[in-house]
């Protein structure tokens, strides 16, 4: 288990939804591709920790602004 793992099953999904995933938001903009590819190479771990209304409504979102990005 990663940091970030411990962090998101310590924090529990309502925190999760109110400090993760607005940071993971901004960094999936980022401008350096290495970044974005940190933020969804994270994504699957968060995905044990949230429930499918969150992941609806916040990550498939990202997911989905991934396969307009134009870095391969």
Do not use: C
Not at 24 to 31: A, H
């Amino acid at each position: 288990m990663d940091n970030l793992q411990i962090l998101a099953k310590t924090l529990g999904e309502e925190l999760v939804k109110e400090m993760l995933v607005p940071e993971i938001e901004k960094l999936s903009k980022d401008v350096k591709w290495r970044v974005r590819l940190a933020t969804v190479t994270f994504l699957p771990n968060l995905m044990k920790f949230i429930s499918l209304e969150l992941f609806t409504d916040k990550i498939s979102p990202i997911l989905k602004s991934y396969l307009e990005d134009t870095v391969h």
